[in-house]
């Protein structure tokens, strides 16, 4: 390892910071995660909160057991990127921390700082924002969603003190990351374009800010959102001077070390998966792919919640579909963002709310393995009992609807919910698998809605491309093959993908740190050339549904597009009789 050149990946996920300790040909020397704090309101479930200080002490131990695990000296370390959720995260001019939470402290500096993407307090704001039939709507599939960071702030602007609001910075949370590394707030175009109303080719809209209530940020030329009109870098591209003495002294690295621009975490984990090559049946494929192949290519960040990514040359519009966004990670191209709020989520709140969810952890504990082997030895043992070829037709007369944390994509709606049609008074480990076999079918579903409103706006998607902790998930796979009709490729590991991409995103940033700006094309070849050198190879999952089971996943997908029409209808007739 002597001499070798490394290159740190910081991904800040929902619940985690991590790092990894990657070389040039894209291997894994070390990784540390470590957890942090989401706050949350017992009496509003709305309100996911988190602190920068805690995040950024999370990365500091992460690193240092990095360094401290794998010998490797803090001067071989050329280059870190960050990705991190599309939070909010609030700061005065000076950098501090300002709280977030209502209440006495709002405003004020403490650190509760971070308005975690999950968090819908803002829903009167988006809904104000969505009235306006402003340009920026075009770029965020005609909704802008509650998620995103301009509701959050006007939602802080209209709660907060005048003269404190006056004094906050804001950032999406991986500008802030890039921001307290190296003191320049020099913000990223994949944060700005993507989560903060900053529209392709004309920047800032001022008539917009004004007509929500938000002038104030114009007369201040958006100093506190941190960039002039066009002042954005694209996606790993060198931050300011590289590390600050203070920050280097809190990661244990050499002052200067190149900082490349962040990225949201979804964008890191398409980064790190799309210019994979595949081994199917055992060989590895020999065909390298070209930046050109990547517009078929959507990659999938699957945990908590999904994201769902493709890059296009031309910018495709699509209603209920965030984008199109030019530049966030290739100059010159294009890209759209779709997503379901609550996958990972969901599983989990359909297990651990069943009655039957203690008895597994005990079957589980009882038999040495993971509660996901015991269901789906249980799916195994039902549909053998049953005499069915498939849990498709075991499951052919119940049907979940599983949007109950609201639609992202691509319905763009918050208050769509779940639905169950077809239950039992079952109560049992046999209804608990079912209940779990149904969820994951539903959320494959919601994702062939996706994909097939991408393609019919104008994509050409002919692959998915996992990450994620659901990647691991082989039963969630498998039914994604098969509803969508197209080929899966999961991760060398399954939760390394978003890491590795913001390792790249380090990488890039030492290539080029002091060098003059690349042109268009050499940007997107040099950074592709990177993703292709260090991404491991994937496993391809092909769809291998019976001709039996393609039809009852029609007639499945059928009725949960049906069920949207429903529920919106049933609303519009509640909401009739309630004048």
Not at 285 to 293: F, K, L, R
Not at 417 to 432: E, K, M
Not at 446 to 470: C, F, P, W
């Amino acid at each position: 390892m002597s001499g070798e050149s490394y290159y740190l990946g910081i991904d800040v996920g929902t619940g985690s910071a991590r790092a990894s300790l990657v070389s040039a040909r894209g291997e894994v020397i070390a990784s540390s995660t470590v957890e942090t704090i989401t706050y949350r309101d017992p009496e509003d479930h709305r309100i996911f909160e988190q602190s920068t200080n805690n995040i950024w002490a999370g990365i500091s131990s992460a690193i240092k057991t990095c360094l401290s695990e794998s010998q490797i000296p803090s001067s071989a370390v050329k280059g870190l990127g960050f990705d991190a959720t599309c939070s909010l995260a609030v700061s005065d001019l000076q950098g501090e921390p300002v709280q977030v939470t209502k209440g006495a402290g709002l405003g004020k500096n403490g650190d509760r700082n971070v308005i975690l993407w999950a968090d819908h307090r803002a829903e009167k704001e988006a809904d104000l924002i969505n009235s306006t039939g402003s340009v920026v709507l075009d770029y965020v599939g005609g909704t802008m969603s509650l998620e995103m960071e301009v509701p959050k702030v006007l939602w802080l602007k209209n709660h907060m003190p005048a003269e404190l609001f006056s004094r906050c910075q804001f950032f999406d949370l991986p500008d802030f990351l890039t921001y307290r590394a190296t003191t320049d707030s020099t913000r990223s175009c994949c944060s700005v374009t993507c989560k903060c109303s900053f529209v392709p080719n004309s920047g800032w809209q001022d008539d917009f800010f004004e007509k929500i209530g938000l002038g104030e940020l114009v007369k201040g030329e958006y100093k506190q959102m941190g960039a002039a009109k066009q002042n954005v870098l694209t996606a790993g591209m060198p931050v300011g001077n590289g590390l600050s003495k203070k920050a280097a002294e809190e990661l244990g690295l050499v002052q200067g070390t190149p900082v490349g621009s962040g990225v949201i975490d979804a964008y890191a984990g398409w980064l790190g998966t799309v210019a994979a090559r595949f081994t199917e049946n055992g060989k590895l494929s020999d065909i390298v792919p070209s930046i050109e192949e990547s517009r078929h290519r959507l990659a999938a960040v699957a945990g908590t919640s999904t994201c769902h990514l493709v890059q296009s040359p031309e910018g495709v519009f699509v209603n209920g579909v965030w984008g199109p966004y030019k530049d966030p990670l290739f100059r010159g191209w294009w890209m759209n963002e779709g997503g379901q709020s609550s996958t990972g989520q969901l599983i989990d709140f359909m297990l651990t709310t069943h009655p039957a969810y203690p008895k597994l952890l005990e079957q589980g504990k009882a038999q040495g393995k993971n509660i996901f082997v015991v269901l789906q030895d249980l799916l195994d043992k039902l549909r053998e009992e049953e005499k069915v070829a498939s849990f498709t037709e075991m499951m052919k007369d119940v049907h979940l609807y599983p949007d109950f944390h609201g639609n992202r994509s691509p319905i763009a709606d918050p208050r769509m919910r779940g639905s169950i049609v077809g239950l039992a008074l079952d109560s049992t480990l046999n209804d608990l698998a079912r209940k779990y076999y149904l969820t994951l079918e539903a959320i494959a579903l919601q994702t062939r809605h996706i994909v097939d409103e991408l393609n019919a706006k104008g994509h050409t998607i002919t692959a998915v491309y996992m990450s994620g902790g659901q990647a691991k998930n082989l039963l969630l796979m498998q039914l994604f093959a098969d509803t969508c009709g197209m080929p899966v490729v999961l991760p060398f590991e399954h939760s390394g993908a978003v890491v590795l991409g913001a390792a790249m995103l380090g990488r890039f940033a030492a290539q080029t740190q002091g060098k003059a700006v690349l042109g268009e094309k050499e940007q997107g070849e040099a950074l592709w050339g990177i993703m292709v050198e260090m991404t491991p190879q994937g496993t391809l999952v092909a769809p291998a549904a019976s001709p039996k089971e393609k039809k009852l996943l029609e007639a499945k997908y059928k009725i949960f597009r049906e069920s949207i029409e429903i529920q919106k209808r049933w609303r519009r007739e509640m909401e009739e009789a309630s004048k």
